[in-house]
């Protein structure tokens, strides 16, 4: 017997049909072959240049590789009950993923049923909407008003089949935030209708004082779901680790749809240390970035370039030009960028921020190109 090819025409249904993958980004050793460079300096992906924290590499080096063969925590026991230490909220307001983008599916299948909606924006996260989409729920995005969340907007997309709102504070790619003012004021008017998804995987990158802190919320909302993630400030986004805190009773509910052991015993461990000299790196983290925006906002001046984006660790950048050919010319140079066609950006790019000697290279790179 022979197998025969599996009729997919019936078998994959319309919402999955119409779906353009996702394509990663090659291997450094591979880009560095096609586009003939010696070294990739990514500056695509908001990672964190100065590495995981003292605490966070002592603790992946004091692993017994021999662990390897036992499963993790299925529930981050450990790793809760340090959030809960440090935010004073109970353990089981917890939940612990195999990144932030594993809760966005958690969520969305906790709560969506055949028929059901999401609201969020158009040039955002894009992951939301990814996952809403091939779930076969619709994502209604709402347009960015002044490259930021719309709350009227978002209020008036909300009908009696929307379950989850996503807002991320501060936005991906455009660097915009609401201040505590304003998120209490849309919380106040959704009035527990819908499940509010605060995205703070920048949170630790804001310092302005009005910035609001998800988690201090959560009591006095208790529709209100907040996610972190160690990938970014803590710069472990290799070990795919992030957890969301919210009312204990919700995130029981939200606990049903995840999968048990998708967050490996190296992340867990990793993520513990991390919290220990959290304050830290924080802090030195900081510095690098404040650094990096003062020194490209003055060299894009310079350029004649637009520019956004005041918080978190990237800037986006207009330009005059594709910002794919943008993208193949600092690919080049060993500069990588994110494009953002993909974000409904067309001809800008966005990248992060990083110590000088590599934003002093980007900048080097980025001249010509912006020279024609
Ligand atoms: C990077 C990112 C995440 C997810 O990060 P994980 O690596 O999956 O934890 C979530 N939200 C936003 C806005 C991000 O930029």
């Not at 980004?25 to 992906?45: E, H």
């Not at 984006?309 to 030009?321: C, E, F, K, T």
Request: hydrophobic content about 45%; overall charge neutral; proline content about 6%.
């Amino acid at each position: 017997m022979s197998g025969r090819f599996p009729p997919l025409e019936t078998l994959v249904p319309p919402h999955i049909r119409d779906i353009e993958p996702y394509i990663p980004s090659k291997p450094d050793d591979v880009l560095a072959k096609m586009f003939g460079c010696q070294m990739i300096y990514r500056l695509n992906n908001n990672e964190n240049a100065l590495g995981p924290s003292p605490q966070a590499l002592a603790a992946l080096r004091s692993l017994d590789p021999r662990q390897a063969a036992v499963y993790p925590s299925g529930d981050a026991y450990h790793l809760r009950h340090k959030l809960a230490e440090r935010y004073g909220h109970p353990s089981d307001a917890f939940l612990v993923g195999n990144g932030a983008n594993e809760l966005i599916a958690f969520v969305i299948k906790a709560f969506c049923h055949e028929g059901d909606n999401i609201v969020t924006a158009d040039r955002t996260f894009t992951v939301y909407e990814w996952v809403a989409g091939f779930s076969g729920f619709e994502a209604r995005l709402v347009p960015l008003a002044d490259y930021g969340f719309d709350d009227e907007a978002m209020l008036a997309a909300v009908d009696d089949r929307t379950k989850i709102i996503f807002v991320c504070n501060p936005n991906n790619p455009t660097g915009t935030y609401w201040d505590e003012r304003r998120l209490r004021r849309f919380l106040d008017r959704v009035a527990g209708r819908q499940i509010v998804v605060l995205d703070e995987a920048y949170g630790e990158f804001v310092s302005a004082g009005d910035f609001p802190d998800g988690m201090s919320l959560i009591n006095e909302y208790p529709n209100l779901v907040v996610f972190r993630t160690f990938s970014k400030m803590f710069a472990l986004a290799a070990l795919r680790i992030g957890y969301l805190a919210g009312d204990e009773r919700v995130v029981e509910v939200i606990r049903r749809t995840c999968v048990v052991y998708s967050v490996n015993s190296i992340a867990q461990a990793a993520a513990i240390g991390a919290l220990a000299d959290a304050d830290d790196q924080i802090a030195r983290t900081r510095r690098m970035v404040n650094e990096a925006r003062a020194f490209l906002r003055g060299e894009l001046a310079r350029l004649g370039l637009v520019h956004f984006g005041d918080q978190a660790n990237y800037m986006v950048v207009r330009l005059p030009v594709s910002d794919t050919l943008a993208y193949r010319k600092l690919m080049r140079q060993g500069i990588m960028v994110r494009t953002m066609t993909g974000f409904r950006f067309p001809n800008h790019i966005r990248v992060t921020l990083g110590p000088i000697p590599v934003m002093e290279k980007f900048i080097a790179a980025l001249e010509p190109v912006v020279a024609g």
